[in-house]
């Protein structure tokens, strides 16, 4: 899910849903922040959920990671 406010997105789904973030990745140049999260108790998961906060207006989108 494309963001714009990373803070407000995490207490929704860190400590609202209770998602556990696996790895958070920043873009060489500065262009997007990507945070895997995925359901606590589950780190050896197949499925995690992708939060991206763009920058510059970048189009919103729902993505789900199925790892392999």
């Known amino acids: 899910v494309r963001v714009t406010d990373i803070e407000e997105s995490l ?3 860190r400590d609202g849903l ?3 973030e696996s790895r958070r990745v920043e873009n060489d140049k500065g262009r997007y922040t990507l945070i895997f ?3 606590p108790g589950d780190e050896g998961a197949k499925v995690e959920f ?3 906060q ?3 207006g970048m189009q919103a989108s729902a993505v ?3 790892k392999g």
């Open 54 to 56: 763009g920058k510059k």
């Open 11 to 13: 207490r929704f789904y």
């Open 50 to 52: 992708e939060i991206t």
């Open 18 to 20: 209770g998602l556990v």
């Open 64 to 66: 789900t990671i199925v």
């Open 37 to 39: 999260l995925h359901a």
